[in-house]
């Protein structure tokens, strides 16, 4: 094992990190967005917006991802409207075009995490904050959205690791994050194995790092859950 | 040239693009097939690891499991086709071959589909051992059956029956992924329809036509599996 390759990979690799975390976080918070907006239409009881969130998840799902981005990158430019549109100068990144498929991939992903989280709402705290007074955007706003996050927090804390995992398609598509990074090493110096070893543990590590900031959050949302630890050791401070 | 219509490009005649994606379809299909099953005997060890396994064995499977969830999948494609060569070649030259050997691109994606989905398949088959009652692998050992007896009389099949839904969803996963391989050039139906879109210049249709087939596919498969699950479950009591 050649230790010196392995700094030296690992300095190559770390410019593409800020892209690949730039790419996950930009098209979860896009997706974000859409998710809700899809979960909102399922559960709207109006026929017409359901199906067509159905048919929304249902294709985006039962297709693969990078079919998707190449749909999106390459596909597009088939058609001279979209050439000559006020778009094109968007459609026509790589950065850009990943980002939408990313963010139009994880929101037919995400929609089923928050539609679980909106349904598992009691519908007793619902009819309580009716009982309040509350409007129904009011309800939604205070009562329904805060307690459906706290409930989706942890499926959708998988979804940003796999969307994490996703960003690598997008060096298909000539982006150089990590992957693409890591391809171009293992190109150079023909030692998959370790820039495989260097990269990978890269992954790891910003994965790592996001399901503890997700832990952080549970937690910190949910303080009705937490052990009476908490209390005793408050109460010896004070004795102290 | 730009406008003869769909059903001329992927015409069965001669210059239409039809049987080549139908043969790249059955390419899909044949490599996924593999990967899944070698990811199911992966997995099965890997259960039986977590599951029976003394300490370093079981944290061994732990790791397996976390890192190859926490890693792109398109990275251990890169590992499998690049790697083999840093391997092979060596080997190739000590028994006089001279020149670049590698796996051949199906072997490889088969591999590297299996290793990632063989993490997902020890989960699965864990779980799914976990819901078998006790009771009833004590029932079989009170019959006097052998430990190999009862595990394939009993707590195979139960088992299987209860990793089921969890097997389509894999299923499901590594028909997609199978879309990754067209990286290293093998023809399946992603990368069909790239030579198709550079010769004829009508990207959005080939790649539509691929999202067509891939949703025929797992729409299809689908089905299938919720008949199977149907049937297997027959005996069971719904709650």
Known sequence: MDFSFFLSAFLRLLPGVPLTLQLAFVSVGLGMVLALILALLRLSRIRPFEWIARAYIFLFRSTPLLVQIFLIYYGLSQFPTVRYSVLWPILRQPYWCAIIALALNTAAYGSEIIRGGLRSVPEGQIEAARACGMSRITVFRRIVLPLAIRQALPAYGNEIILMVKATALASVITMMEITGLAAKLISESYRAVEVFVVAGSIYLIINYVITRVIHLLEYWLTPHLRSVSTPVVIEREDAA | ?239
């Open chain 2, 1 to 239: 040239m730009n406008d003869f219509g769909v059903m001329t490009v992927f015409s069965f005649a001669p210059g239409g693009w039809g049987a080549a994606m139908a043969a790249a379809s059955a390419m899909t299909i044949a490599v996924a097939m593999a990967g899944f099953i070698a990811g199911a005997i992966i997995g099965t060890f890997g259960a039986w690891a977590k599951i029976s396994g003394g300490r370093i064995v079981r944290s061994v499977a732990d790791g397996y499991t976390t890192v190859l969830r926490g890693i792109p999948d398109l990275l251990v494609i890169y590992l499998f086709y690049f790697g083999s060569s840093a391997v092979l070649t060596p080997i190739g030259r000590f028994f006089g071959a001279n020149g670049f050997l590698s796996l051949p691109a199906f072997f490889a994606g088969c591999l590297a589909i299996a290793i990632v989905s063989g993490a997902y398949h020890t989960e699965v088959f864990r779980g799914a051992y976990q819901v078998v009652a006790l009771g009833e692998i004590d029932a079989a050992y009170a019959t006097g059956m052998s430990r190999a007896l009862a595990f394939r009389r009993i707590i195979a099949p139960l088992t299987l029956r209860f990793a089921l839904p969890g097997l389509a969803n894999i299923w499901q996963l590594v028909l997609k992924e199978s879309s990754l391989i067209s990286v290293t050039g093998l023809v399946e139906i992603l990368r069909q329809s790239q030579i198709g879109a550079g010769s004829t210049k009508q990207p959005f249709t080939f790649f539509l036509a691929a999202a067509i087939l891939y949703l025929l596919i797992s729409s299809a498969s689908g089905w299938l599996l919720q008949f199977a699950e149907r049937h297997f479950t027959r005996g069971l009591r719904r709650g």
